[in-house]
């Protein structure tokens, strides 16, 4: 009797070839009605909408998943939100900052010379632990450094688009208006948000908006970036984009100037010499990271430029330029001098001041560049008090001569007198483990009289 088992049937070739062609042209009209119906095609009905939710079901369940580790050790809710501490760092004579009565911070805690201070509120944006809860939030200061009311910063669903958790995301986009109302976005958002003194939705405008908020002059707009790298001016009463910019607009608009094109890589085609073409991008080949318009006020102070044109970082260009948003026209431009930069400002002494982050080096600082001359120099070395952001940051120069600097990946932010010392320093410390800050997006400081005083300060302590 024979036991051994049957001999193995061998698949064709053919078959094998056959099945492997059927899965890639399923894989091509899968990705295709997933990308159409993103878009807001119709061509694919109800079938691209149920690929759409296929697609997106490995993440949900992934942040199901996680949300439930969460529950169990409490560490991955703030993965995002934290940095490691300088091992250096030392926070001697620091103490925690007080707040009224039903505000429950844990972890801020600051060293400051009270009577050095620029007078006025300050305004902390960023990922704090409020009444034992992380999230994004910012903390109003008042001008004796209590905090004396908060906004819970959420992005709040628009239609059929989700946005992401919380705790998978970082505040990077703030304005906070007279009235008490907050206009914000985040690295990762789905939209535009505003928000009034209690925190409910006045409006929602969808979009990948991300890097900033600014308020225009007139406070009735702010400037941000919205899809694939537009700058956009936005209503604040409403939401609506009242004008953008594209990246392919400015360069069309600037067809003399290649500064924007320096990470596209075109083919050398040896055998041909081939006309018309495009050249691929490299990885994140811009990243814009703050638009500023140039206030009537000090517009006199730089000729080349007028009021309402703007200037902008482009971070992996090492770039800051100034272009006017009606006509696409770049009227100036500065590659070089500063390193994966943040954050430039005009100045009332004509210069354009950038937070220079010198990533992968060994310290960051302050520097004001000289449009018409190019020349720069140093307003704050940060190896004076160990300042280095890798990443992000914002800086402030306020009207008695202070600068307020904010060192996210630090979790730090600061305030230097006219002579370079340090006047202020809040930290935000993970409350029970010594490695670990949680990031500050930026600290603002706001005039004694620039909040209405009136109809406001829904949650605010007197």
Known sequence: ???????????PIWFFLFCCLGWS?????????VWSTMVGSEKTGQAGRIA??????????????????????????DEQLRVRRDADADYTGFTPVAAAAGIDVQGLSMRADLGALTRGWRVLIGAFRVDGRIQNAALLLSPDLK???????????????????????FVH????LPDGSAVFTFDGSVSLQRVDACGDLLWGTPGDFHHAVTLSESG???WTFSQDDAIAEVSVADGRILQALSLEEMIAANPTIDVLEL???HDNDLNGNSRDTTGK????????????????????????FAAGDVVISSRSLNLVFVVDPASGEIKWWRVGATQRQHDPDWLATGEISVLNNRMSRDYSEIVAIDPSTFRSRVLFDGRKNGFYTRIRGKHQMLPDGDMIVTSPQQGRAFEIGPTGETVLEIVNQRPGDAPFNYVISEMRWLAPDYLEPAGWRCGLAE
């Not at 009797?1 to 698949?11: K, L, T």
């Not at 399923?26 to 990705?31: D, I, L, P, Q």
């Not at 819970?152 to 669903?157: A, D, F, K, T, Y």
């Open 147 to 169: 905090i004396v009311k908060t906004w819970s910063l959420v992005e709040r669903p628009l239609g059929d688009v989700e946005p992401r958790p919380a705790y998978r995301k």
């Open 173 to 176: 986009g703030f304005e906070l």
């Open 1 to 11: 009797m024979n036991d051994s088992p049957p001999p193995g049937r061998s698949v």
């Open 281 to 304: 991008w490299l990885g994140e080949p811009i990243h814009f990271n703050d638009v500023d318009p140039l206030p009537s006020a000090i517009a006199d102070r730089f000729d080349q």
């Open 263 to 265: 990470r596209r890589v």
């Open 220 to 222: 009735q707009t702010v």
């Open 25 to 33: 042209l399923a894989t091509v009209v899968f990705g295709w009605a």
């Open 52 to 77: 759409l939710e296929i697609a997106r079901f490995p993440p949900k369940a992934k942040a199901a998943v996680l949300e439930v580790v969460s529950l169990i050790d409490g560490d991955y809710e």
